[in-house]
């Protein structure tokens, strides 16, 4: 069985820093694209950043130049480093990765539980 479990959120003034991370645990063949999105309260859920095994990288453009999203193959961990935040910013904020299990053929998708940032004005 495979998780995604984050941590790093929290609250923080305007300006500020943050750095989530993300590791995904279990029985793992394969970790793909990781990546973070984010659901503000009554919105839907957005893509913030995902980074394919190979290191490349996309950003929404609302957090190109602040974010920065990294990934440890070794611990099958993705990071993204959150500077100059914004009250735009908070949102629960989500990992997620396309993961083969041990003993499957196929890529499946996984979700961690979610962590609270916010950032005050």
């Known amino acids: 069985q495979v998780q995604l479990v984050e941590s790093g959120g929290g609250l923080v003034q305007a300006g500020g820093s943050l750095r989530l991370s993300c590791a995904a645990s279990g029985s793992i063949f394969s970790t793909r694209v990781m990546g973070w999105y984010r659901q503000a309260p009554g919105k839907q859920r957005d893509l913030v950043a995902l980074i394919k095994e190979n290191g490349q990288t996309v950003y929404v453009d609302s957090v190109k130049g602040r974010f920065t999203i990294s990934r440890d193959n070794a611990k099958n961990t993705v990071y993204l480093q959150m500077n100059s935040l914004k009250p735009e910013d908070t949102a629960v904020y989500y990992c997620?990765?396309?993961?083969?299990?041990?003993?499957?053929?196929?890529?499946?998708?996984?979700w961690g539980q979610g962590t609270q940032v916010t950032v005050s004005s």
């Open positions: 997620n990765a396309d993961i083969i299990p041990l003993g499957r053929d196929h890529v499946e998708d996984y």
